[in-house]
């Protein structure tokens, strides 16, 4: 059965060290034993990672390690174990790439819409997405519905509420999503258009499948889904769905600590567009350059690509950066990303008050212009 | 309300910097809109957060920031997003204490059995428990389960499954659970004695429901559940459910990235103690110090400390080091840890082979004597 390959950053002082500590993710990612201990034949020869690469890297070493499906199994969660459970836990080793072979593809189609479908939902054949977000918590159902509206009627393409609006007493679930999609229903009466609207999904997780379905019936078109709170699977699980038929936007909550320190976690590529694609995220949100977190442009263009590229598994899906984005550097970002991204409207388009819609405008006007 | 807190240790050149940064992360994690954008009242009085105490500290700054209940809801995955979502994607933020207060205490009342009631399910009443781990991945069921009736006839007090058993077609979920349960009935026949039994909680998402109505039916204890893959609102799911009274154990799997970069994540007592004693973790697996991660004799006791504090949130937990115990070790670690700690006996238990219950036997004389 055709293996899948991690490729990992190891912290060594010399190839000898990067050699034993490459042996011992082999081990610690599958059977998690001593080798003397590990049964012959079928374990020892198909479900012990295999080193297939190893050598000097820029940084200390990498180091590439096949893997067996059978130790992977069906789940994406099980995946995601194998790929780096317990080696997360060692200091000094980095996630750097992930190439899930055929056998993972099949078994993890990924997104369900992908590029062209949100395009084709958002009805924006070409060009850069808008996409502004409904916030701040603590506010009413009611004006969270007001600003979707203005959003509307000012020409977004996607409108996506803010990660942090969960169940709260103060515009709970049902009601905000509710308000929005009869605040949406109003402003296609006056323009003809309508955007994709992305509900956050709450908890708890006793209630994720009867919000799913709520959501459905109440004629979202999407949901926001933390995987770094709510674990991998939940995004699968959506965009398996053939009945649901709802688009996942990833929102990259609580998965901080796996970027921001070099030396271990997860290259930002792998984890914001390689595992998206495969789980089944149809966009990516990730943290603008020049927005108000560290991203560098290189992380930013190494996350579009990944999303974007061609042999990825999975259909394309969108790069969604956020933080920092406004009408004056619609060009700036529009060389660095090209046509096929969703730029995120945050905290600043609020400053325009009503005007919000006319600042979309114009932002359209500077990503068209 | 009473609000709760977080303590984060912030990277910053001076205290106006520090400030900033402080100032930052109290509207990052709740409202996430500049501070001119905030609307008035309630929103800006109660949900914005509050920097209660910022100082200097032995590595940079400290800045405890208090947080509404409004903000986090019911939702243990709502609460973690308010802790640290976003900001978990700065650099030189790491959460170094939490808080809960009463109210965020009173919505997550944490384990439902904690050291005494696993104590009890474990019939051991007092001393260091053993518990050794089933496996390798890739062998089967039967197999599996003759181990089981191994670590049963030694006198194991907690049987636990490795983490990466899953649900795989080598030893499928299902099969497995049912075999181990038909040995430790054997065992208990030729004995008197059982011990608890903690199966691996597979996925995918969609099955879990099924999955833990299944393991109750076949009289499993408790479950090994990896919020780092499944989220944390999995853990708090399974707590708070009176009807299925099953009992957690959790496993770290890819949560390494929170404590390996100490300049940001979170410090391991809050990860692997506070926030497992919120979310209602029974017993608590780290990697000990001696073994093969790189964690030290002072992150081990500060874990251990936060699991069973008297004033910490719910009832204390077991703290579960797993990785390089053996029975030459056992006094040096009872010395280290007391007597309400669970041992994680590994791959080299698994050397002894038909011996490892006499090996099991005479960890137990060890740590008696």
């Known amino acids: ?20 500590r490459a042996e011992g993710i082999a081990y610690e990612q599958t059977v998690e034993v001593p080798p003397d201990v590990v049964p012959p034949g079928f374990v020892r020869d198909e479900i012990v990672g295999r080193i297939e690469e190893i050598g000097p890297d820029s940084d200390g070493f990498r180091a590439t390690i096949s893997y067996s499906p059978e130790s992977a199994g069906d789940d994406f969660h099980q ?12 200091k000094g080793i980095r996630v750097i790439a992930i190439d899930p072979g055929p056998e993972i593809r099949r078994r993890h189609p990924g997104a369900r819409f992908g590029v062209e479908g949100i395009r084709r939902m958002a009805r924006r054949p070409e060009g850069g997405l808008i996409c502004p977000v409904l916030k701040p918590q603590g506010i009413g159902a009611e004006e969270i519905a007001r600003i979707a509206c203005l959003c509307a009627l000012g020409g977004a393409d996607i409108i996506k509420e803010d990660h942090g609006l969960s169940d709260l007493r103060t515009a709970p679930f049902r009601a905000r999503v509710e308000a929005v999609v009869a605040a949406l229903d109003r402003a296609e009466l006056e323009t003809g258009r309508r955007p994709a609207y992305f509900a956050t999904l709450p908890g708890p997780f006793e209630r994720i499948e009867a919000n799913l379905a709520f959501a459905k019936a109440a004629r979202v078109d999407g949901l926001v889904v933390m995987p770094g709170l709510f674990g991998w699977g939940l995004v699968s699980r959506i965009a398996r769905d053939e009945a649901l038929n709802l ?17 271990s976690g997860m290259d930002c590529a792998v984890i914001y567009g390689t595992l998206q694609r495969l789980a089944g995220s149809d966009l990516s949100i990730f943290p603008n350059v020049g927005g108000r977190f560290g991203f560098t442009e290189g992380d930013c263009r190494a996350i579009a690509k990944a999303c974007l590229d061609p042999n990825g598994p999975g259909r394309p899906i969108l790069p969604n950066p956020g933080g920092g984005m406004s009408v004056d550097r619609a060009q700036e970002m529009q060389a660095m990303y090209g046509q096929d991204v969703a730029y995120l409207l945050g905290g600043s388009l609020l400053r325009h008050g009503e005007g919000l819609g006319a600042e979309i405008a114009r932002m359209r006007r500077a990503l068209d212009g």
Chains 1, 2 share one sequence.
């Open 247 to 263: 688009a996942v936007m990833m929102h990259p909550s609580l998965t901080g600590p796996f970027v921001v320190s070099e030396g």
């Open 1 to 20: 059965m055709s293996r899948f390959a991690v490729t990992y950053r190891i912290r060594a002082t010399d190839a000898a060290e990067a050699r034993a």
């Open 79 to 90: 995946f995601l174990n194998v790929v780096f459970g317990n080696s997360s836990l060692q």
